[in-house]
Nanobody, 115 residues
Framework: QVQLVESGGGLVQPGGSLRLSCAASGSIRSINIMGWYRQAPGKERDLVATISSGGFTNYAESVKGRFTVSRANAENTVTLQMNSLKPEDTGVYYC?????????WGNGTLVTVSS
């Protein structure tokens, strides 16, 4: 089992920045993928960004150039730096960890972009 704890959500004005962090603990394998998904009100949960243990990244088109995902393998943490935030970035952001075909999710952290 893997446990995930997110932090860093909150209220920010359009154009502002936020930094989300996720810490994984438990039975973590060296080869894995960690990342972030978000669920806007009334919508499905969608990919934001992922990063593999080898450093390969994948971003949703809507966040390319504004968001940066990074990780520290030794600490089993993944971070999402979000810049130039827009109202449509509002939602609950979930951390995800994938290893050997098993998916693990955090409880989510709310990000609200509003003036």
């Amino acid at each position: 089992q893997v446990q995930l704890v997110e932090s860093g959500g909150g209220l920010v004005q359009p154009g502002g920045s936020l930094r989300l962090s996720c810490a994984a603990s438990g039975s973590i394998r060296s080869i894995n993928i960690m990342g972030w998904y978000r669920q806007a009100p009334g919508k499905e949960r969608d990919l934001v960004a992922t990063i593999s243990s080898g450093g390969f990244t994948n971003y949703a088109e809507s966040v390319k150039g504004r968001f940066t995902v990074s990780r520290a393998n030794a600490e089993n943490t993944v971070t999402l730096q979000m810049n130039s935030l827009k109202p449509e970035d509002t939602g609950v952001y979930y951390c995800k960890h994938v290893q050997y075909g098993a998916n693990y999710w955090g409880n989510g952290t709310l990000v609200t972009v509003s003036s």
